[in-house]
T-cell receptor, first 114, second 109 residues
Framework: GAVVSQHPSRVICKSGTSVKIECRSLDFQATTMFWYRQFPKQSLMLMATSNEGSKATYEQGVEKDKFLINHASLTLSTLTVTSAHPEDSSFYIC??????????FGQGTRLTVV | TQLLEQSPQFLSIQEGENLTVYCNSSSVFSSLQWYRQEPGEGPVLLVTVVTGGEVKKLKRLTFQFGDARKDSSLHITAAQPGDTGLYLCAEFTGNQFYFGTGTSLTVIP
């Protein structure tokens, strides 16, 4: 099946620094990618929809300037958490849609801001 | 924004018991997917239901889609510890892909 690779799987950073998370579709072209945030034992909360070559569409309440999303190619989308704070610590997951309307998920990134 | 409510939120049962998880929407689903997620991993697709009244079976799991396509259920027969995880319903609306509130299942050996 199609594979989506998300990197890094874990990252620890200091408050005030920025962290970039990459999401790659390895064997298919993904015109649309989704970014989610998840707290323990809770569901995935959609943060933004990323379309190749255009600006991301953010969900209500998600700060665009804090969570920068770039979808520069059909196989790569990045999420940059800028000026990270401890409350940004969470599990972030990307999802890419293939041609058969099935979503493929990355392995997730555990971000810890200290 | 599509609101997908799942119930129960948490469920802890003994091995061998049966259980049902529900997913309800504030509006009609175009189609609905069920996922299972283990801690620290991405969700894994279990099934997609499209037609109102549809029933799909996956081993001990039975998925039903309501006739009006506003609700769905997941029934697990003779639950096993390996069924432990977070169960999520989800809908792709064309521009967004939303998940339900989730049901955290724990099956005790």
């Amino acid at each position: 099946g199609a594979v989506v690779s998300q990197h890094p799987s874990r990252v620890i950073c200091k408050s005030g620094t920025s962290v970039k998370i990459e999401c790659r579709s390895l064997d298919f072209q993904a015109t649309t990618m989704f970014w989610y945030r998840q707290f323990p034992k809770q569901s995935l909360m959609l943060m933004a929809t990323s379309n190749e070559g255009s600006k991301a569409t953010y969900e209500q309440g998600v700060e665009k300037d804090k969570f920068l999303i770039n979808h520069a190619s059909l196989t790569l989308s990045t999420l940059t958490v800028t000026s990270a704070h401890p409350e940004d610590s969470s599990f972030y997951i990307c999802s890419a849609w293939g041609r058969v309307s099935e979503a493929f998920f990355g392995q997730g990134t555990r971000l810890t801001v200290v | 924004t599509q609101l997908l409510e799942q119930s129960p939120q948490f469920l802890s049962i003994q091995e061998g018991e049966n259980l049902t998880v529900y997913c309800n929407s504030s509006s009609v689903f175009s189609s609905l997917q069920w996922y299972r997620q283990e801690p620290g991993e991405g969700p894994v697709l279990l099934v997609t239901v499209v037609t109102g009244g549809e029933v799909k079976k996956l081993k001990r799991l039975t998925f039903q889609f309501g006739d009006a396509r506003k609700d769905s259920s997941l029934h697990i027969t003779a639950a096993q510890p390996g069924d432990t995880g977070l169960y999520l319903c989800a809908e792709f609306t064309g521009n967004q892909f939303y998940f339900g509130t989730g049901t955290s299942l724990t099956v005790i050996p």
